[in-house]
């Protein structure tokens, strides 16, 4: 009998519509592989509706807060249900931008200077640093949030009611340059992608993300030798020293103008976009592995912590 794949996918957090599409295009793709998928649009059912569906795999196709975090990993864990991508541990910590710098850090890797801070004194306090420097949540992604505060202008930022005053935000220095990103599938380093935002000025904010023809991505990106093999490595030693699995993407700034110190890691994906436009699905294609391939990798992976 076919294998029985429930494609977690919708979610909890900010990032829910980009999850419908990654879960579709993924279920749509298991489906031509020959699983037998069913949808499942997660909220806080989750238990009930998998003790019902009782599949033999779930694909995590989540992104963002509960999905992404080590939550629905754990409920996986606590019922037996192999899933794909990271376990627990890597997820929470990867999600926890200031957690996994520190682990970053202390493996020798290079990440923007900055600071955590609350949204509140965000608020009531000075500048948080000369312009300029990035603001962004602690623990979101897709851009969800991000100011790149060029001359220092946070106005809009501080002035949202919407959000907690609690809620942990980085402050980073601006680094200037190039954006890349690489992802890690297994243990190998795929390959290096360029991302320019066609709009001068701009840059891979949530707009760029998910808008077709908003950003240019260039595999592998136009760079030296030398750079991409260090991209490709601290993309490797990124994913390990959070403990990654089955798949993990790296994003990074390099500013040329300082020679192979110019490269930074921003942070590490643990559930990557697998949108028609996303980044993972077109460097694993150059690699020679269609999106059909890579999903079949990934449930091959599957596994839960006992
Ligand atoms: N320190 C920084 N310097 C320059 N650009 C940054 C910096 N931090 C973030 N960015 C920009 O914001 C985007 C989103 O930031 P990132 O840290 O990758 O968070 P997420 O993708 O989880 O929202 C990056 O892809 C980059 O374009
Ligand atoms: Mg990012």
Redesign the pocket.
Known sequence: MNRHVAVLMGGLSAEREVSLVSGENCAAALEEQGYRVTRVDVGRDLPAVLAKLKPDVAFNALHGRIGEDGRVQGVLDLMGIPYTHSGVLASALAMD?PMAMRLFRSAGLVC?E?FEIEFEDLQDGPPPMEPPF?V?PAA?????D?V?AMKGDIADLVGREDIAPDTRFLV????PGH?LTCAVLGEEALTVTEIRPKKKGS???YRAKYTEGVAEHIVPAPLPRPVIDKVCDWALRAHWVLGCRGISRA?F?YDPSKGMDGL?L??V?TQPGMTPMSLVPEQAKHRGISFGELVVRLIERARCDR
């Open positions: 931008k923007p900055g990035v962004k979101e992604g897709s851009s969800v991000v790149i980073e220095r601006y680094v954006e840059f891979y904010d994003d700034r930074v921003l942070e994906n």
